[in-house]
T-cell receptor
Framework: DTAVSQTPKYLVTQMGNDKSIKCEQNLGHDTMYWYKQDSKKFLKIMFSYNNKELIINETVPNRFSPKSPDKAHLNLHINSLELGDSAVYFC????????????FGPGTRLTVT | GENVEQHPSTLSVQEGDSAVIKCTYSDSASNYFPWYKQELGKRPQLIIDIRSNVGEKKDQRIAVTLNKTAKHFSLHITETQPEDSAVYFCAASRANDYKLSFGAGTTVTVRA
């Protein structure tokens, strides 16, 4: 009965590799997000999708490519991983956009060596 | 764009005392102010939010106040308990902007 789920929970990989993180929500929400939380705990929005359409791309390098196959899923693919990509990535969802309660997934801890 | 500043960055309180976290925002058009709690190793979770047409909101031991003129809002936790230990984030957004800006977080430690 998990509301927002992400896989994998941990991801350790080498520089230059390509990796994907998957997110699914079963809340029936129409908006999904990707956040990056760095080592200082700062939470920063990366992308937002509403009804499968990209509505926010917050100056993220184009090595990051989100994909939303349907309203319940939002995946994040990262090409040519760099050391600075190491962080915890959170997926979230809401119904109706920014002024609605956002439900976060458990996070994916990405470590690039 | 919106800039949200949060103070203090760390806060240690004795169990049973009150904790107050303050945030300021820069965009006078912001009208939605949520607070999230993140326990160690867990996901952020919304604990309370306030909209600009309200000056104060309470939920049991938690309250949020908003001063639109001064562009600041605060989280108040009364009768703190060990389970209140966490990182607390304030955030601000405005309708139709599709952008939620977070403060840098406050690490609250409740001493038993």
């Amino acid at each position: 009965d998990t509301a927002v789920s992400q896989t994998p929970k941990y991801l350790v990989t080498q520089m230059g590799n390509d990796k994907s993180i998957k997110c699914e929500q079963n809340l029936g929400h129409d908006t999904m997000y990707w956040y990056k939380q760095d080592s200082k705990k700062f939470l920063k929005i990366m992308f937002s999708y509403n009804n499968k359409e990209l509505i926010i791309n917050e100056t993220v390098p184009n090595r990051f490519s989100p994909k939303s196959p349907d309203k319940a899923h939002l995946n994040l693919h990262i090409n040519s991983l760099e050391l600075g990509d190491s962080a915890v990535y959170f997926c979230a969802s809401s119904q109706g956009g920014w002024t609605s309660k956002q439900y976060f997934g458990p996070g994916t801890r990405l470590t690039v060596t | 764009g919106e800039n949200v500043e949060q103070h203090p960055s760390t806060l240690s309180v004795q169990e049973g005392d009150s904790a107050v976290i303050k945030c300021t925002y820069s965009d006078s058009a912001s009208n939605y102010f949520p607070w999230y709690k993140q326990e160690l190793g867990k996901r952020p979770q919304l604990i309370i939010d306030i909209r600009s047409n309200v000056g104060e909101k309470k939920d049991q031991r938690i309250a949020v106040t908003l001063n639109k003129t001064a562009k600041h809002f605060s989280l108040h936790i009364t009768e703190t308990q060990p389970e209140d230990s966490a990182v607390y984030f304030c955030a601000a957004s405005r309708a139709n902007d599709y952008k939620l800006s977070f403060g840098a977080g406050t690490t609250v430690t409740v001493r038993a």
